[in-house]
Every structure is written in structure tokens, then in C-alpha cells.
């Protein structure tokens, strides 16, 4: 998805899906095989397959979405596999590395100091289907909270809607855990997952408001969303977050409920407040429309080209 909306504003290329998927040695061995013999002269890898570097070589631009994966593994052996088939060997073949934040850059950094400088940022860019859509004020509002994993936040916000007259549409499978406390605290709620963008889209344009308090993000594609929507977004007040969202979301603690409370109350109640977001929400997503992400690119693809 990130990558296929800018995929009509990059040079004739061809996108290529490895054959098999999973983790095991015998897995990353025919997939590496299977990129050594579909390579071209400048390849870039754009999922979490890092390791087929070692079949495309030198010639090859990475790009990481994410660190944590790595470093959060507990068995430590599993975290070694990781960390040198997808961190330290890809990075001491590729020429160039790419990740989507500030954010990101220096988390990679401490785990391929070796290779820091082949690091550059280039931010993902927003979706065009995503598009804007007037909302007047609902008294009841709908506020829409994207993802359900740990670091996204699902029981705090739930925690802070308590008492608050809204409805709530969750994006992301929940588990039993999340689904008890929403039922023990009354809230009003539909649950989407496995859905086509088409429908996140009409979610985004249902709703009055995004909940996006997280403790963790690689970049956080929700904010560019709501502001390509025309939506406030609540958003947790951490560095990657203000990177992506700039003054375009309402800031809170996410570890507080209280503060996030707090931050839905004074969308909700305030008009002047939510409409100067939704402003520089449009504002802010100029830095990331498709064709200026996409000659960062070109540029990367050139400089490979040229050396």
C-alpha cells in the first residue's frame, strides 16, 4: 500500500512478489534464490524481506519500515537470526538505505552503526484516494480509532470515552480482553478488520474525529489520512508524531487517560479549535503528496544508476 501510490510516478519498472512467505531458513533461502534470478540492474526492496540483499547484491536500495520488530524479540536467539538476516547483513551489502522518519533513522543507526551512512530519510507518502470530504458537527460524535495492537492504545482510549456520548468505530481485530472492557464500559462500537482501503476510506469519511494516541509508530500513516480527510486527529505526543503531523493533531499523553481525555473533550467541544486542525491538517499533507515522495526516489535510483 505505501508504495503503490507512488508506483505510477517511478520509471518503467517492473514489482515483483517473492513466491513464498514465512520466516524459516529454508523459506528465506528459495526466496533468496528466486531474487538472485529476477534481479535487474538497480533493485529496491520495499517489504520486510531485508535478507534477499543477499541475492540482489550490491546494486540494491533497501528500505525499512521498522526496528522494533528486531530489537523487541525475547528469545535471543530468534533476535540474533533477525538482527543479521535483516538488519546487519542486508545493510553491509545494499548501497543505500531508506526509512520512512527521522524517528526511524536513528533507532537503525544504533543497530547498523556500521552502516549509518548509507541511511537516508524519505517519508511516506499519503494516499489520493484518501480524499477530502466536508463535516458539519455531529452532537453525537463518531470517532474513529485505527489499529488495535498493543502499541496503538485501544484500552486507554476506551478508558477515556467513559461518560463521553460518542460512537466508536475500531479498525483492527480485537482481542477478548479489548472486547470485555468495551462491553463492561458501555461503549458504543463497530469493529472492522481484514477490509479493503475502499472501506477504510469510508470510515475515515463517517467519522467525525481519529483517535491515534500511540506509544510507538515507525511513522504513523493514520495522521496523513485524517488530514487528507479533513479529520482532527488525536494523536500521542511522541517525537515520530509530531515529525509526520507537524501542528496539524491534537497532542496527548498517551500514557495518561486523563490527558487523552481531555484531548477528545476539547476536539469535541471546541469549533474553532477542530476546524484550524483540519486546516493544517491539509496544509501539512503537501509534504507528502506521491509525486515529491517519488522523486526522492528517482533521485536515489539515479545516483545507483550513475555510480
Known amino acids: 500500500m505505501v508504495f503503490s501510490t507512488i508506483d505510477s510516478q517511478l ?38 524481506t531485508h535478507y534477499i540483499a543477499l541475492g540482489l547484491g550490491r546494486n540494491t536500495v533497501l528500505t525499512v519500515h521498522d526496528v522494533q520488530s528486531a530489537v523487541q524479540i525475547s528469545n535471543p536467539l530468534k533476535r540474533l537470526y533477525v538482527k543479521l538476516l535483516w538488519f546487519w547483513l542486508p545493510a553491509l551489502i545494499v548501497k543505500r538505505i531508506t526509512v520512512i522518519s527521522e524517528f526511524t533513522r536513528i533507532e537503525l543507526s544504533k543497530l547498523i552503526p556500521f552502516a549509518k551512512n548509507k541511511i537516508i530519510v524519505i517519508h511516506n507518502a499519503f494516499n489520493p484516494t484518501m480524499e477530502f470530504v466536508k463535516k458539519t458537527k455531529n452532537k453525537r460524535p463518531v470517532i474513529l480509532h485505527m489499529g488495535t495492537k498493543p502499541n496503538k492504545n485501544l484500552e486507554r482510549v ?22 470485555l472492557l468495551l462491553e463492561s464500559y458501555t461503549i458504543d462500537y463497530k469493529n472492522h478488520y481484514d477490509v479493503s482501503y475502499e472501506e477504510i476510506v469510508q470510515c475515515y469519511q463517517r467519522c467525525d474525529m481519529v483517535s491515534f494516541p500511540s506509544v510507538y509508530e515507525g511513522f504513523g500513516v493514520p495522521i496523513l489520512e485524517a488530514n487528507a480527510a479533513g479529520r482532527p486527529v488525536i494523536a500521542g505526543d511522541i517525537p515520530v508524531l509530531h515529525e509526520v503531523a507537524n501542528d496539524a493533531a491534537c497532542f496527548v499523553n498517551p500514557h495518561s487517560v486523563d490527558s487523552i481525555r481531555s484531548g477528545f473533550i476539547k476536539v469535541i467541544e471546541h469549533d474553532e479549535y477542530r476546524e484550524a486542525l483540519v486546516a493544517k491538517g491539509l496544509k501539512n499533507i503537501e509534504r507528502f503528496a506521491p509525486k515529491a515522495i517519488a522523486e526522492k526516489y528517482n533521485e536515489v535510483y539515479k545516483e545507483l544508476s550513475d555510480e
Open 11 to 48: 520509471p518503467l519498472h517492473t514489482s515483483i512478489q517473492l513466491p513464498y512467505e514465512g520466516a524459516s531458513p529454508k523459506t528465506l533461502f528459495k526466496n533468496i534464490l528466486f531474487a538472485y534470478r529476477n534481479k535487474a540492474k538497480i533493485n529496491h526492496i520495499t517489504g520486510d
Open 158 to 179: 476506551v478508558e477515556a470515552l467513559k461518560g463521553i456520548d460518542c460512537s466508536l468505530i475500531i479498525v483492527g481485530k480485537m482481542s477478548e480482553k479489548q472486547l
